[in-house]
């Protein structure tokens, strides 16, 4: 039976990257969207295999550290992007589009959370490079989460749902008084599901049109101020 999310909820968990800084949307559709808007030359196929080499490239140690901003981060990012399909001359175009998109959506976000942050303690989970708590920082965010669980430094990637117990141990709360809140069905919603949490899908767009039950989550949004 799906729960209902009501008054006895006692602390939020969020996901950080597609839910906060993207309005819900996957990132890999939002590069392509601003490849796309720049003229990036490359069709589709050829910026997602460039988009997971990416990303491959960057979980490896040492190529991002904690130090670095999300400015920093989204630099390295596009330009190994750039590189593998031989277009690096449209790198500061494009960093400088996504970046102003993404201060956009970091603020309406932090908006909402300083809301909620009045009210309950609020933890983050990321998979992310070991380098949160500086961008967290860089977008006035830092202090609004009493516990940042981050993969790169816990050891832990979602989907696995042991990082969500993690973060519902350290908020010293019991899984159904959490809500998680994330852009991925299968990262987010079903792992935590999977540890007892109430969960809230930011539905934007997906990486993939796979289809997913959408009876699972408690509740679906379009925009975290629906939260409030």
């Avoid at 996957?26 to 392509?32: I, S, Y």
């Avoid at 997971?52 to 550290?65: F, K, L, S, T, W």
């Avoid at 589009?97 to 956009?104: A, D, I, K």
């Avoid at 042991?162 to 069905?185: H, K, M, N």
Wanted: proline content about 5%.
């Amino acid at each position: 039976m799906r729960h209902q999310i009501d008054n006895d909820i006692k602390a939020y968990i969020f996901d950080y990257g597609g839910t906060l800084d993207t309005g819900g949307n996957h990132w890999g559709q939002v590069l392509w969207r601003c490849w796309k808007e720049t003229g990036v030359p490359a069709d589709e196929a050829t910026f997602r295999e460039a988009y997971v080499y990416a990303e491959r490239y960057m979980a490896q140690p040492g190529v991002v550290i904690p130090e670095d901003t999300f400015h920093r981060t989204l630099l390295i990012k596009l330009s190994l992007q750039l590189e593998r399909v031989g277009q690096p001359q449209y790198i500061s175009q494009l960093v400088d589009m996504v970046y102003e998109q993404t201060v956009q959506h970091m603020a309406h976000s932090r908006d909402v959370l300083m809301t909620l942050h009045e009210r309950y303690p609020l933890a983050l989970v990321s998979n992310y490079y070991g380098n949160l708590q500086t961008v967290l920082r860089e977008f006035r965010l830092d202090g609004l989460f009493s516990h940042v669980v981050e993969s790169a430094v816990v050891g832990v990637r979602k989907p696995d749902p042991q990082i969500f117990r993690l973060a519902v141990d350290r908020l010293g709360c019991e899984p159904d008084a959490v809500t998680v809140v994330g852009d991925s069905f299968g990262s987010d919603i079903m792992p935590a599901r999977q540890v007892g949490c109430r969960t809230v899908w930011l539905r934007g767009e997906q990486w993939t049109d796979a289809p997913v039950d959408e009876t699972v989550p408690d509740r679906i949004i379009t925009d975290l101020k629906e939260l409030l």
